[in-house]
């Protein structure tokens, strides 16, 4: 074969793949790829495996897993390009798809058809996903999300949150903070929230709506919206409301250019007009909706 020289194996076999960048780092593992059948260029640095495909790696000792079907593997760029049943670990999260190319080097991963992403308590399904590695993860194309809040003082049976768009930005290391510009929907146990754009950090509890943004809360029986909402439920338990803002509870309706709406624990709601409000219908002291002004 001249210059062109080539490992073959079969039945469980396993090439241990230690990269330049790997070998200098004496804290890190090598590289390791397993399957059924490896073919291993050793002058381009490429291995092939189908079969059961396992591809183990480890970057600043987060260590990093990549299954499949079928494998390319890049030792020269760090570039793993997978098909079949595709499951990528890093860290604690794991992803699965159709198909998928991973760096083992920048930790840059893109995933598609049928994709889903677990990390923590959020889970995330799409058509397409890419992360740079860094902290920050674009979902495309019938994007869902859900985080699943485990019993505690605030929500004695637990809490689910759910946002949804056609394209969603996420960073989980943000406390959990989604970007959704093209607009879309965020739903928990207190309501549903849409708007134009949509932005949220999940475990503040802490929405943002611009344009057309509009909240609904049938366990309070309360419809609010405006120009924006800012929503912030973890400690706070009030939504700002600006630009044509307006709340609605038990047919009393109250409208301003800024309202501050305050959430009670006994699901009646005071809000409190930044300018002389307007209401349909007068409250009364009997009703729940109470409105203060300053």
Not at 120 to 133: A, P, W
Not at 140 to 150: F, L, W, Y
Not at 256 to 284: C, F, H, M, S
Request: with cysteine; aromatic share 6%.
């Amino acid at each position: 074969m001249g210059n062109f020289k080539k490992i073959f194996a079969v039945l469980s076999a396993a090439v241990l793949i230690s990269s330049a960048a790997t070998a200098e780092e004496a804290d890190e593992k090598p590289s390791e790829l397993r399957a059924d059948e490896v073919e291993y260029d050793m002058n381009t640095g490429v291995a092939k495996a189908k079969g059961n495909v396992t591809a183990t790696a480890e970057k600043d000792k987060v260590p990093s897993e990549v299954n499949a079907d079928e494998v390319n593997y890049d030792m020269n760029s760090g570039v793993i390009t997978a098909e079949g049943n595709v499951l990528l670990k890093h860290g604690t999260g794991k992803a699965t798809g159709a198909r998928a190319m991973y760096n083992v080097k920048t930790m840059e991963a893109y995933l598609l058809e049928n994709v889903i992403v677990i990390r923590d308590d959020v889970r995330i399904t799409c058509d397409s996903l890419r992360s740079n590695g860094q902290g920050h993860m674009e979902a495309d194309g019938n994007v869902h999300g859900t985080q699943t809040v485990a019993p505690n003082e605030k929500y004695p049976n637990g809490d689910t949150r759910t946002f949804s768009g056609d394209h969603v930005d996420y960073y989980p290391d943000d406390k959990k903070h989604v970007v959704i510009p093209g607009g879309g929907i965020v739903t928990s146990g207190d309501g549903t929230f849409t708007a134009d754009h949509m932005e949220g950090w999940m475990d503040e509890e802490h929405y943002i709506g611009l344009g057309n943004a509009h909240a609904v809360s049938p366990p309070r029986q309360m419809e609010a919206g405006g120009d924006r909402v800012d929503y912030f439920g973890k400690e706070q338990g009030k939504a700002v409301l600006t630009g044509h803002a307006w709340a609605i509870q038990e047919n009393n309706t109250i409208r301003g250019n800024r309202l501050t709406v305050y959430l009670a624990d006994d699901k009646k709601i005071k809000v409190k007009p930044d300018e002389p409000k307007k209401t349909e219908q007068p409250p009364t002291a009997d009703k729940p909706f109470e409105g203060s002004g300053q």
